[in-house]
């Protein structure tokens, strides 16, 4: 396995200029080729003015996001009347559970999207077991994104087969991840243990009530009363289930803004970090990540940065591969600002899960990436797919629809029936 580990990445590496083409170091990135604009660019003169503006819209959208959260849980106990379980009963199996947030985050394009949900269900009644395997489902279904983005370089052979590879090493690792951690947690439930610990900890320090300090709690309630004022005519369950709408709505709405503004504000710094960081070894990869994620917001506006660098030839697969494990523990960062705004009984529950979030992710990067029989695992298997899919388009086609919408799919109906 070292062997192989170190062998040359043969048909990976080229970096040799094509004739009649540019040197790859010289390709320029999606955001190179034009210039990002932001929601405000239209109405606000370019200067420190836009600057100020783009902060507070940040501001705003941040606090959309958690109190959108909040909406959702409101809402869940209002439609579920305390019956959360029986209405999710159809997800009791971890396979359903796992596979509704990989087709959810495949959908939505956006894990973020997926665990702040969750955690504002989570806040509302729905059962931990259940909200465990969506959280890992939605670490699966965020890796389609940089593949669809791999699949532009699809006219070249040797930058699809580059960019490709680096997009599903991705896919491999949270795979991989999820078969050892996903049947780990049904036998021994660490997960649930160690995040409930931790949530215990962190809500009640000391003995304090959280509940009469809660200063974002306090502060987002606004918007959850106004939305439940609103609703609050409407008949059960439909009042509940139209606070859910749009709550989910305002957290579309609030990511995706939040998503634009970053992305303007911020891509060219996290391109800066990084260029210095990703050859520095894979720490430094991790770490850079981790990082830019958590900046951006969005994993897959992060990795998707790295895919035509990557289709370039400027970093090899070896290089993008750390950068993407930080990347799933940097995303998890979003899910723990939305269950800062969570308040009574089940608050501490939403904690929970956005913790799950997060240990799961560090579990799977010690585990895969710390054990050297493991690490190459997902590089290997990145490195013969993309072969097969350079040669043969029809395996890079099969891979998308099979891992993120048959599958699934067919996994749902089968255990539903039986």
Do not use: C
């Not at 170091?25 to 190179?32: G, M, N, S, Y």
């Not at 973020?112 to 670490?139: D, H, K, Y």
């Not at 290089?319 to 501490?348: D, F, K, R």
């Amino acid at each position: 396995m070292t062997a192989q580990l170190n062998r040359p990445e043969e048909p990976m590496a080229p970096a040799a200029t094509v004739p009649g083409r540019t040197a790859p170091q010289t390709a320029a990135t999606p955001t190179e080729q034009k210039v990002l604009s932001g929601p405000f660019d239209r109405w606000v003169p370019e200067g420190p003015a836009r600057s100020i503006v783009n902060w507070l819209g940040v501001a705003l959208s941040v606090y959309v996001l958690i109190s959108a959260v909040g909406v959702i849980g409101d809402g869940f106990q209002a439609a579920t009347a305390g019956r959360a379980e029986e209405l999710f009963s159809f997800a009791s199996n971890p396979i359903v559970a796992l596979m509704v947030g990989v087709l959810a985050t495949a959908a939505t394009q956006s894990s973020s999207t997926t665990t702040s949900i969750t955690v504002g269900l989570a806040a509302g009644g729905l059962p931990l077991e259940i909200a465990i395997p969506i959280i890992m489902g939605a670490n699966i279904g965020t890796t389609l994104t940089n593949t669809l983005v791999s699949v532009g370089m699809v006219r070249n052979k040797e930058d699809f087969r580059r960019a490709f590879a680096a997009a599903t090493v991705h896919d491999f690792f949270n795979l991989i991840a999820v078969a050892i951690l996903l049947p780990l947690e049904l036998a021994t439930g660490y997960l649930a243990t160690l995040s409930g610990f931790l949530a215990d900890a962190l809500t009640g320090v000391g003995g304090v009530d959280t509940d009469s300090v809660d200063v974002v709690g306090a502060a987002t309630a606004p918007l959850a009363d106004a939305t439940s004022w609103a609703t609050g005519a409407i008949p059960a369950p439909f009042g509940g289930l139209l606070m859910i709408a749009l709550g989910i709505t305002l957290i579309l709405v609030s990511i995706t803004f939040l998503g634009r503004i970053l992305k303007v504000l911020m891509v060219g710094k996290a391109k800066q970090v990084l260029h210095r960081s990703i050859g520095r070894g894979p720490i430094s990869g991790i770490a850079s990540g981790t990082v830019i994620t958590a900046i951006v917001q969005s994993s897959s506006t992060a990795t998707s940065l790295m895919i035509p660098l990557a289709g370039s030839g400027t970093f090899t697969l070896r290089q993008v591969y750390p950068y993407t494990i930080g990347a799933n523990i940097g995303t998890t960062a979003t899910a723990l600002l939305a269950a800062l705004g969570l308040s009574g009984g089940n608050a501490e529950v939403g904690l929970q899960v956005a913790l799950v979030h997060l240990l799961f992710n560090l579990s799977a990067t010690v585990i895969i990436f710390g054990l050297p029989f493991l690490r190459p695992v997902p590089v290997i298997a990145a490195q013969w797919l993309a072969n097969r899919s350079a040669e043969h388009k029809i395996f890079a086609a099969l891979w998308v629809l099979g891992v993120f919408a048959v599958l699934p799919g067919l996994l749902i109906l089968g255990t539903t029936i039986l």
